[in-house]
């Protein structure tokens, strides 16, 4: 029997794709450990039931946890945010340690977001232990450091250039989730044999998902939004769209929280949006299916920055998976995706005026035509990202 070891900074019940992964291959009989922190996200605070004393370790659904301690990410400022990385780094390192004495592994899976630190642990359990490591990027580094966390400073970003090339060194493959990412990693040196396209696949329960009644909704065309309400997100281009639209039978409705969600509330009141904005908060993952049924598109945005005009955001496919056609305010990676599944309109990234035409022209379609491009996006996203063909590739590059 293989035995994995998966590190990660975030892990059930943060809801992640490594869950997916982890779960399954213990249903396919594989020997499965995860290595990660007290969990914390995205309230800032650790989840009910989780402390320092409290369920450190456990098993979910045959998998084994290994919680390290952490000091919560709070509101997540700067300062509160690089406590909480520097504290995970330190005592998840720790921990690795011990891993490595006291248990074998064959493999070690690096499922990387941000902090890109987390490769230290895995890559000190890999070389105690003289397996390989197979390191998963989803957050490209240094380029995140200065795009989301506002660092420009020479030495940081050099430094951390250095380390993540490191852990591309010390990896047997490199999985990446955007073929976006392959130009990056290979300016960083000779890693093209290395990689691995490991798209996100479709939610699982997207498609077989029983339908729920949902309270909230408007009346009219409803531009729906899900997930990190955050300052990558461009939600300051977002409200701007809003206010042109204002006079129109056009609501936004928007599905999530995160940092830029003070700034936008204040923005909505402000500017007499309530009538046209909805914000519903957040909603637990299984009733997504239920909202997304009830939009007549989704809308999808990313500030015009080169590591997000590399990225495709795990909700596109998501979005696919239920069916429903996009709206896109990016550049890059996504619209790509767009245009090969003739599923939605993609306007350039910081575009609002476009974005607010976008949204008008979608809001004329007839029905049929919006279940046409529905369609479509459903197909390619089962055709593409597949969740049993994308396990099926992990288990053929790591476990044979």
Known sequence: MKRLLIVTNHFYPETFRCNDIAFELSSRGYEVSVLT?????????????????KKRTETVNGVKVYRSFLIPRGNGGKLRLMINYLSSFICMTLRAFWLAIVHRYDAVLVHETSPVMIGTPAKLVARLQGIPMYFWVLDLWPESLRAAGGINSP???????????????????????SQGFEQSICQMGDFRDKLVYFPNWCDK???????????????GFKVMFAGNV??????????????????????????????????????????????????????????????????????????????????????????????????????GEGP???????????????????????????????????????????????LHFSYVSCIDKLVSEILV
Not at 205 to 219: R, T, Y
Not at 234 to 252: G, Q, S, T, Y
Not at 277 to 298: C, I, N
């Open 37 to 53: 922190g007290i969990p914390d996200y995205p309230q800032g605070r650790f989840h009910d039931g989780y402390g320092v004393f």
């Open 155 to 177: 030495k940081i970003l050099g430094f951390f250039s250095w380390l993540t090339k490191r852990y591309y060194k010390a990896s047997r493959k490199i999985l990446v989730s």
């Open 205 to 219: 329960g997207m498609a077989s998902a029983e339908m729920k009644a949902v309270d909230g909704l408007p009346d």
């Open 230 to 331: 955050g300052e990558a997100q461009d939600f300051e281009n977002i409200a701007k769209a809003a206010l042109v639209l204002r006079d129109k039978d056009i609501h936004f409705v928007i599905i999530g929280d995160g940092r830029k969600m003070p700034w936008f509330k204040n923005f909505v009141e402000e500017n007499g949006l309530s009538s046209t904005v909805h914000l519903l908060g957040r909603h637990p993952v299984e009733m997504m299916p239920s909202y997304f049924d009830k939009a007549d598109v989704m809308l999808v945005s990313l500030k015009d920055e080169d590591i997000f005009n590399l990225t495709l955001p795990a909700k596109v496919q998501a979005y696919m998976a239920a069916g429903k056609p996009i709206v896109a305010m990016m550049n």
């Open 336 to 382: 790509r995706i767009i245009d090969d599944a003739a599923c939605g309109i993609h306007v350039p990234a910081g575009d609002y005026l476009s974005l607010s035409d976008a949204i008008l022209s979608m809001s004329m379609k007839s029905g049929e035509e919006l279940s046409c491009m529905g369609k479509n996006a459903k197909d390619y996203c089962e």
